[in-house]
């Protein structure tokens, strides 16, 4: 199922992964002390400006700032919108 939504100018629309259930040594981590994922899964991307153009591609997983982008609601599935500069790398 395509999503309808389009960002424009410099704007990412990210799908952020799940966040662990569980630590490296087998330890239950319970919802409230979850962290907020970091990484995420690119979406969508709006055409860039004239004098930057877009580095990340649809399909692009990314690493960004804890606290960066908008989160939305979407056909029941969590989204960021972010800017691109709010994206540290391309893994």
Do not use: C
């Not at 990412?12 to 490296?24: D, F, M, Q, R, S």
């Not at 690493?63 to 609601?73: D, F, R």
């Not at 029941?76 to 800017?83: P, Q």
């Amino acid at each position: 199922m395509a999503l309808n939504i389009k960002p424009l100018a410099d704007r990412v629309l990210v799908e952020p992964v799940e966040a662990e259930t569980k630590t490296a040594a087998g330890i239950i981590i319970p919802d409230n002390a979850k962290e907020k994922p970091q990484k995420g899964k690119v979406v969508a991307v709006g055409k860039g400006t004239k004098d930057e153009p877009m580095t990340v591609q649809v399909g692009d997983t990314v690493l960004y700032g804890k606290y960066s982008g908008t989160e939305l609601k979407l056909d029941g599935k969590d989204y960021l919108i972010m800017r691109e500069s709010d994206i540290f790398a391309i893994v």
